[in-house]
């Protein structure tokens, strides 16, 4: 068989049908879509999904309320971190109200890219973190997903191989469903060489119907959502 139509034209005389001669008419899907009529609204349905899988979540209006968050969720764990300058790795950059609130609570952050500049040593490094820390290029209100894409600086492996993962998002990155997001990938062109999309803690049921969570990923989740 030297080419497409031999292949479709063997394909259709097995199945009894006509040789087809050229592609069909595309069939019109209109899926309805969930739309949320404001931001508060979008934030709010996101962090209740978030919540219902497993995620622990906040919404932040200022640098103050940030502190306040990751002191309720790491104060205690980080104070007994064995070592504290190397527990917390970040990506490069963190939005702005995330580096002003680790820089007032005087919590080191280890940047993946920068303080090692070969991928083995990079992964050593986030796999020996307490606590990887990133940013979010959009959240999926409907379903309570974070969409984040990989680069050099940002490498996937700081929100995978530590144990607990933070996250942070400006509410203005929340989208109502995949769609959206989807839509607005296409239109950056060259898609990025990976798209990370997070939805709770890592579980697997595969062996024996058991739940086992932690297993491909961190074992908790976190998400501070910056409402700007």
């Known amino acids: 068989m030297t080419n497409t139509n031999e292949f479709i034209s063997l394909l259709a005389s097995k199945l009894g049908r006509p040789t087809p001669t050229q592609a069909p008419e595309p069939v019109a899907i209109n899926v309805p ?23 622990k979540g906040m919404i932040v209006k200022s640098p103050e309320e940030t502190m306040q968050c990751l002191k309720e969720w790491f104060g205690d764990q980080q104070a007994t971190w064995p070592n504290k300058q190397q527990a917390i790795v970040a990506w490069d950059m963190l939005p702005t109200v995330a580096e002003f609130a680790f820089a007032a609570l005087e919590w080191p952050l280890v940047r993946y890219s920068q303080e090692a ?21 959009w959240g999926i209100a409907l379903s309570g997903t974070l969409v984040v894409n990989s680069s050099p600086q940002r490498g996937r492996a700081v929100s995978l191989l530590p144990p607990l993962h933070l996250a942070f998002i400006e509410a203005s990155k929340l989208r109502d469903n995949l769609f959206d997001v989807l839509e607005e990938l296409t239109s950056l062109g060259m898609p990025p060489s990976a798209i990370e999309m997070i939805s709770g803690p890592s579980r697997t049921s595969d062996i024996e119907m058991d739940l086992s969570i932690g297993v491909h990923g961190p074992i908790e989740v976190y998400v501070i959502v910056i409402d700007d």
Not at 33 to 55: I, P, V
Not at 117 to 137: C, F, H, K, N, W
């Open 33 to 55: 879509q969930y739309r949320s009529s404001t931001r508060k609204d979008r934030a709010s349905l996101f962090l209740d999904n978030w919540h219902a899988l497993g995620g």
């Open 117 to 137: 500049q070969s991928s083995p040593d990079r992964y050593s490094l986030a796999a020996q973190a307490e606590l990887g820390v990133t940013g979010a290029d």
